[in-house]
C-alpha cells in the first residue's frame, strides 16, 4: 500500500509562484513519482515526473522551464516548484506513483494517486 497526500495549492495572479508538495508514505520503495494536472472539463494531463533516485526528471512543453520537481527522500516529499503560473495552469494537481524507477507520461501506468489540489490562476 502507498498513500500520496497533495499540498499547497491555491489561488494566485498570473506571474506568481505556488510550490506543490506530496507527501508520500507506505511502500515506496523503488517507485518514480509524477504530477499530473487535470482541468475543468478535460483530461488527465502529463505535468513533471522524478525518478526513484532522483536524477532523471522529465517536464511537459508547456511547464518546461517554468516548473521544477524534486524529491526529498529523507522528508518522503515530492515537490512541485511551479513559477510564473499562468491562468491556463488552473487545474487540481495530483501526484500519483508507479511501481518501477523512472517515470512515464501515461496516466494508466501509475497505480496510487492522491486526492489531488487545487490550483487557480486568475489573469
Known amino acids: 500500500q502507498v498513500q500520496l497526500v497533495e499540498s499547497g495549492g491555491g489561488m494566485v495572479q498570473a506571474g506568481d509562484s505556488l510550490r506543490l508538495s506530496c507527501a508520500a508514505s507506505?511502500?515506496?520503495?523503488?517507485?518514480?513519482i509524477s504530477w499530473f494536472r487535470q482541468a475543468l472539463g478535460k483530461g488527465y494531463e502529463f505535468v513533471a515526473g522524478?525518478?526513484?533516485?532522483?536524477?532523471?526528471?522529465d517536464y511537459a512543453d508547456s511547464v518546461k522551464g517554468r516548473f521544477t520537481i524534486s524529491r526529498d527522500h529523507a522528508k518522503g516529499t515530492v515537490s512541485l516548484q511551479m513559477n510564473i503560473l499562468k491562468p491556463d495552469d488552473t487545474a487540481v494537481y495530483y501526484c500519483?506513483?508507479?511501481?518501477?524507477?523512472?517515470?512515464?507520461?501515461?496516466?494508466?501506468?501509475?497505480?496510487?494517486w492522491g486526492q489531488g489540489t487545487q490550483v487557480t490562476v486568475s489573469s
Open positions: 507506505g511502500r515506496i520503495n523503488g517507485r518514480a
Open positions: 500519483a506513483t508507479r511501481e518501477n524507477l523512472r517515470p512515464t507520461r501515461r496516466r494508466d501506468d501509475y497505480d496510487y
Open positions: 522524478i525518478s526513484w533516485t532522483g536524477d532523471k526528471t
